[in-house]
């Protein structure tokens, strides 16, 4: 709660800043002087005084970890006039029409500025190339019409640009209109991305007017530092794009989260909040908040308390609240656009936490490989039945199989056998209870039982699977990072570098190694029981073919919304990391209140971490290792088959692992699908086209949800596609539930469509 005023009151005073300091003067020299060179002002230097103007400098770039741009600085310009230069009244009536016109301004206020007793008044700043050039053509006319140099001048300005628009959003962050950052790196790295403003000291008559450059002094600006994140772009992209699709597919409320982190140097790899909102423009709220904000009416104001039925408005008085709750709602609207949820949210981390509980118990040695737990579908506390997800009850289970099956009772017993006393101290030693300190603004404090951790037997015994308490996804990662990388706490961060001008290296920011949590041995034996659930226990959906992944699913209630107000809500995560025998990275996928039907994280969250993973250990050049099963769903590269006999083609199709199709009544083969360089699961089938004719021919994609493996794989041979399968393809209850071409498209034969399996009844 403390912590979210925090972040509204910091967010309202953003705007403030945004909005008073937005229009500071901005000079370079260059135009100084092609502003100042009138020769009639020196006579009245004897009056002169000091006056100090500011001298902008170029903000530094923004670079993901390979050096890709995320955020720069480009050229811009304002225009200025210098309206006591005006002789005529009608030269200041052309030149108002005139810039009016071409800036798109209203002419009585630039008609207004013609007229002040001043030698420097902007009209319009960050203009781009094309309204400049219509400017210099402007101030050419001026001078050869009226002969006059210096009413109009064009001074340099600096825009923020963001390559990617939306991408990493919530990390980089944004700028203000004087170029100040406002959020994320942007804000937290400021210092060093601004770099030093030049002045220009110049003399002023009493009156207030500038003196000729004469009597001016120039301290040169300083260009700021860059950053170089620890984000890469690749991964980014990859995570990014699994996570929209996976909001749209699962009608998810309140938006997902992903983290991805080097589990040895703490490193953020990735970090995302899904949908995040365009940099380019972070002022625009969407327009279904939009439509909502001006639905905003009388009854609005009784339902949140802007108005109670005993007050007598006036109808003015009504409407000036309206005006305030709307101005109030954009506010809202856009410090939750805004929002981090990486770091600034806390949630029930659910049963993602017993890898955390099991790792206490087994590094305090409270329970061994003989220690049995006994479910039968509920654990009677005094007066309080707490349930298992599986209702008829686990039996007797050993605590690998306790963690494979998410066995709630099985997990107090496993929390009560450490005691509260020691639960608490893990819990610190893990990192919940203080901020984990990644360099980016907003990270909230993690909501314990009490303070001092000192709690009764059902907080134990709910903790012990991750309810009731809450934590940042970033302190789970972190945690997590630390069972994978041998017991290490270590200290997340995003930024990698700081580069001076020239690209010297000013910074490195090395990894922080907070603490040993738990000992390498515990650290490693948790490591294969995590893979042991992702792979045949309530993680599998998180499993990817050909490399050894180690995870937990998650799905916690959200008993109580910001207000404190009851909803039947639920969180939807998967943490794991990946390789289980070594791992480098690891991963957080979280999900807010999905509305689509099933909520739990083995359905919702696990498939995501599938997905992304497969994407992304590739891309890490982390070689992957089939087995028998898996080799037989891997896919291939298709040779180029086009241009030979049907007989040699045949032959070639064949070598490469593959069945052949021949259509037409050629000798040659004049096409192919796939084409050459696509990837076919082995054994798949090629087509072969040998006239043009041939070559017209379609087939229609066929349903392939809600089948086996071994039906999809009979359905896509019967309609002559191809398919390659993702996700849960070891399990034999896995079912499929999306393809990548809709159902009824009409392609060509031997198309290659993605099918994407998972194992349903884990209900966690
Ligand atoms: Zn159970």
């Known amino acids: 709660m403390g912590a979210n005023q925090r972040l509204r009151q910091r967010t309202v005073w953003l705007l403030i800043i945004v909005l008073v300091f937005g229009f500071g003067a901005v000079i370079s020299r260059l135009a100084y002087l092609q502003l100042i060179n009138g020769e009639d002002l020196q006579q009245k230097a004897v009056e002169q005084q000091l006056s100090d103007t500011t001298v902008s400098a170029k903000r530094g770039t923004i670079y993901d970890r390979n050096g890709k741009v995320l955020a720069q600085s480009a050229s811009v310009w304002q225009v200025v006039l210098s309206p006591a230069n005006f002789k005529e009244e009608y030269q200041r009536e052309y030149v108002a029409s005139e810039l009016a016109e071409i800036l798109s301004l209203e002419y009585e206020d630039v008609l207004e500025k013609t007229k002040q007793n001043s030698y420097y008044t902007v009209v319009k700043r960050k203009i781009e190339s094309e309204e400049r050039e219509k400017i210099l053509e402007l101030m050419n006319k001026v001078e050869e019409k009226y002969d006059l140099s210096s009413v109009i001048a064009l001074l340099d300005d600096y825009k923020r640009y963001y390559p990617y628009s939306e991408l990493a959003s919530s990390v980089i962050g944004f700028t203000g209109s004087d170029d100040q950052g406002l959020y994320g790196v942007e804000f937290e790295y400021d210092e060093y991305l601004t770099g030093t403003p030049g002045r220009l000291i110049t003399a002023t008559t009493a009156n207030g007017t500038v003196m000729p450059f004469d009597y001016s002094q120039n301290v040169e600006a300083i260009d700021g ?248 996804p970033i302190q789970m990662i972190t945690a997590a990072s630390a069972i994978a990388n041998g017991g290490k706490l270590v200290q997340p961060h995003v930024v990698k570098q700081i580069l001076g001008v020239d690209g010297s290296v000013v910074k490195n920011i090395s990894t922080d190694t907070k603490r040993q949590v738990i000992s390498k041995e515990v650290a490693r034996e948790m490591c294969g029981i ?53 791992p480098e990275i690891a991963m957080l996928v979280f999900f807010d209140t999905p509305l689509g039907g099933n909520y739990y994280g083995s359905a919702v969250a696990a498939p995501v971490f599938a997905n992304i993973m497969s994407e992304v250990l590739p891309y890490l050049e982390l070689e992957a290792q089939y087995t028998e099963d898996e080799a037989a769903n891997v896919d291939t590269i298709a040779g180029t088959y086009t241009g030979l006999s049907v007989s040699e083609a045949t032959k070639n199709v064949n070598a490469d692992g593959f069945d052949v199709t021949i259509k037409g009544e050629g000798t040659t083969v004049v096409a192919q699908v796939p084409a050459a360089g696509s990837s076919i699961p082995t054994g798949g089938t090629v087509v072969l086209y040998t006239d043009d004719d041939s070559v017209t021919q379609k087939v229609t994609v066929p349903n392939l949800i809600g089948y086996s493996l071994y039906d999809v794989n009979y359905l896509a041979s019967y309609y002559g596609i191809n398919v390659s399968l993702t996700g849960a393809v070891n399990s034999s209850d896995s079912t499929s539930y999306s393809q990548s071409i809709p159902e009824g498209t009409e392609v060509s034969p031997g198309t290659v469509v993605t099918v994407a399996f998972n194992t349903s009844g884990i209900n966690d």
């Open 225 to 472: 530092n860059s950053v170089v994140l620890t984000i890469d772009e690749t991964i980014q992209s990859i995570i990014e794009k699994y996570m929209q699709q996976a909001i749209v597919d699962n009608d998810v409320y309140n938006r997902g989260v992903c983290i991805a982190m080097d589990v040895n140097t703490g490193e953020i790899l990735g970090m995302a909040t899904v949908d995040g909102y365009d940099l380019n423009d972070p002022f625009t709220i969407s327009k279904e908040e939009r439509k909502k904000i001006n639905a905003i009416d009388r009854d609005y104001l009784f339902e949140n308390g802007y108005l109670t039925e005993d007050s007598n408005a006036t109808g003015k008085e009504v409407d000036e609240l309206i005006k305030q709750a709307k101005s109030e709602a954009e506010s809202a609207a856009l410090s939750k656009m805004w929002r981090n949820k990486a770091i600034s949210d806390t949630y029930y981390p659910g049963s993602v936490f017993k890898m955390i509980t099991l790792s206490m118990a087994l590094e305090e040695s409270t329970i061994s490989q003989k220690s049995k737990f006994n479910c039968s579908g509920y654990f009677q506390l005094y007066d309080k039945k707490i349930g298992c997800h599986n209702t008829a009850g686990h039996g007797t289970q050993n605590y690998v199989e306790a963690l494979c099956n998410s066995c709630n009772p099985a997990f107090i017993q496993i929390g009560q056998s450490v005691g509260e006393e020691k639960f608490w101290d893990y819990y610190q030693s893990f990192g919940f209870s203080e901020k984990t300190g990644i360099d980016l603004p907003g990270e909230s404090d993690d909501l314990f039982f009490t303070e001092d951790g000192s709690m009764g037997p059902v907080d134990l015994a709910v903790a012990s699977f991750g309810q009731n308490f809450s934590i940042t």
């Open 530 to 582: 995590l893979e042991e659930n992702a792979t045949n226990g309530s993680g599998k959906n998180g499993y990817v073919a050909g490399y050894r992944v180690a995870g937990k699913t998650g799905t916690s209630e959200k008993l109580t919304d910001s207000n404190g107000d009851f909803v039947d809500d639920y969180i939807a995560s998967f943490c794991g990391f990946a390789p289980a025998d070594n």
